[in-house]
């Protein structure tokens, strides 16, 4: 099984691979449209407004959760650098 590099999720079911493709490091929920993966600002908005809305948190606590779970995970460990 593997686990998402962008956000931590399980990838259990072909589904969760973008594109059905199960050669990808990301999930379907960290990729664009055309299958490609999301960049770091693009994730970021995502996941505060994801924490927003699901935890009731305001923006600068959700984006406070979105970085320090951001900085955990594989793809984004080199933004956090330096
Ligand atoms: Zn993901």
Same mark, same amino acid.
């Given at each position: 099984?593997? $686990? @998402? $590099?962008? @956000? /931590?999720?399980?990838? #259990?079911?072909?589904?969760?691979?973008? /594109? %059905?493709? +199960? !050669?990808?490091?990301? @999930? $379907?929920? @960290? &990729?664009?449209?055309? %299958? !490609?993966?999301? =960049?770091? +600002?693009?994730?970021?908005? /995502?996941?505060? +407004?994801? !924490?927003?809305? =699901?935890? %009731?948190?305001? #923006? =600068?606590?959700?984006?406070? $959760? !979105?970085?320090?779970?951001?900085?955990?995970?594989? &793809?984004w460990?080199?933004?956090?650098? /330096?």
């Amino acid at each position: 099984m593997k $686990i @998402c $590099i962008a @956000c /931590g999720m399980p990838m #259990e079911k072909v589904s969760d691979f973008p /594109g %059905g493709d +199960e !050669t990808k490091d990301y @999930c $379907i929920y @960290c &990729a664009r449209p055309d %299958g !490609t993966m999301q =960049s770091f +600002e693009e994730k970021k908005v /995502g996941m505060v +407004e994801f !924490t927003m809305k =699901s935890q %009731g948190f305001n #923006e =600068s606590a959700a984006l406070k $959760i !979105t970085l320090t779970s951001m900085k955990k995970l594989p &793809a984004w460990k080199c933004y956090f650098q /330096g």
